[in-house]
T-cell receptor, first 110, second 114 residues
Framework: GQQVQQSPASLVLQEGENAELQCNFSTSLNSMQWFYQRPGGSLVSLFYNPSGTKQSGRLTSTTVIKERRSSLHISSSQTTDSGTYLCAMDATSSGQKLVFGQGTILKVYL | DPKIIQKPKYLVAVTGSEKILICEQYLGHNAMYWYRQSAKKPLEFMFSYSYQKLMDNQTASSRFQPQSSKKNHLDLQITALKPDDSATYFC?????????????FGPGTRLTVL
């Protein structure tokens, strides 16, 4: 079965609204990352967050290892936030293989 | 300056031909990876290399062969190309050591097989 479940699959927001993206893992994990995939396809690492909470500007990532989940919160969304958000887990002890979710497609309009 | 270079950005090939995808990283990392993103599928892990040695191979087909001529290079040779090989191929790198490390991705090579 799929090891990484992302929700929602898609999300439409008006600019200024907040977004909460979820990632659930079916196995124990050693680390996880959140990525933003630009419409052109390139990947930007947003957070490397094995556990706890990390914040960068309007983005906050929270990973709860024992509950096998991670979330990405986007506050005061902007049109430039539109794109695909991917989470990926690594279940290996040596940090060598990321398993990706299907992604959340975010559309922010004015 | 880009820290991970992938060449070419776009590639069109005919069925049965052979192509090499180039990846160079200038982050000083010791581990390098290849991932593939096909249409409507999640990004999937293909290979990992550490200090120029193969660590993990999740690609069933021997048509896919990584080649590491230098510590910061990991090319991907694909032989006998098929239309199903059409995808964007991403190279990534990370520091190596015990425990997990953040992986950094290149811009990708979009391969189309006709």
């Amino acid at each position: 079965g799929q090891q990484v479940q992302q929700s929602p699959a898609s999300l439409v927001l008006q600019e200024g609204e907040n977004a909460e993206l979820q990632c659930n893992f079916s196995t124990s994990l050693n680390s996880m990352q959140w990525f933003y995939q630009r419409p052109g396809g390139s990947l930007v690492s947003l957070f490397y967050n094995p556990s706890g909470t990390k914040q960068s500007g309007r983005l906050t990532s929270t990973t709860v290892i024992k509950e096998r989940r991670s979330s990405l919160h986007i506050s005061s969304s902007q049109t430039t936030d539109s794109g695909t958000y991917l989470c990926a887990m690594d279940a290996t002890s040596s940090g060598q293989k990321l398993v990706f979710g299907q992604g959340t497609i975010l559309k922010v309009y004015l | 300056d880009p820290k991970i270079i992938q060449k070419p950005k776009y590639l069109v090939a005919v069925t049965g031909s052979e192509k090499i995808l180039i990846c160079e990283q200038y982050l000083g990392h010791n581990a390098m990876y290849w991932y593939r993103q096909s249409a409507k599928k999640p990004l999937e892990f293909m290979f990992s290399y550490s200090y120029q040695k193969l660590m993990d191979n999740q690609t069933a087909s021997s048509r896919f062969q990584p080649q590491s001529s230098k510590k910061n290079h990991l090319d991907l040779q694909i032989t006998a190309l098929k239309p199903d090989d059409s995808a964007t191929y991403f190279c990534a790198s990370s520091p190596m050591g015990l425990g997990g490390h953040e992986q950094y991705f290149g811009p990708g090579t979009r391969l189309t097989v006709l």
